[in-house]
């Protein structure tokens, strides 16, 4: 499902990435897509900070082109608690030149360790 949403600055981003993250679930994938300052980073560290990181500093991996954040799973599932751990893999693809580029990156790691 694709969804375009457009919003009135950083709070309304904050705001939005806050409730989804509420709502999401392990092994839910949410892509971002946007121009350079389009808010895409802002949008990642609301949702960790809003998953149990509220002080975490989440810069853009715009450099390492990943970053990993250990939050609690927040959901109770058969085979889990709701404390189990659960890694939030946070990707850059924008300077990828190839989709294959992706799985160097850890890519099939990332899909492989959410559908535990």
């Not at 895409?40 to 560290?45: E, I, L, P, S, V």
């Not at 659960?86 to 580029?101: G, K, S, V």
Request: glycine fraction near 8%.
């Amino acid at each position: 499902m694709r969804l375009t949403v457009r919003l009135d600055g950083p709070e309304a981003t904050a705001a939005l990435a806050a409730r989804i993250a509420g709502i999401a679930r392990v092994r839910d994938v949410i892509a971002l897509a946007g121009d350079l300052g389009s808010g895409k980073t802002a949008f990642a560290r609301a949702f960790i900070r809003a998953r149990g990181r509220a002080n975490e500093d989440v810069p853009s991996p715009t450099f390492t082109l990943v970053q990993t954040y250990d939050t609690m799973a927040g959901e109770i599932t058969p085979d889990s608690t709701a404390d189990q751990p659960l890694t939030i893999w946070h990707f850059d693809l924008y300077r990828l030149q190839a989709p294959e580029e992706a799985f160097e990156l850890g890519i099939e790691d990332a899909f492989a360790e959410g559908s535990r």
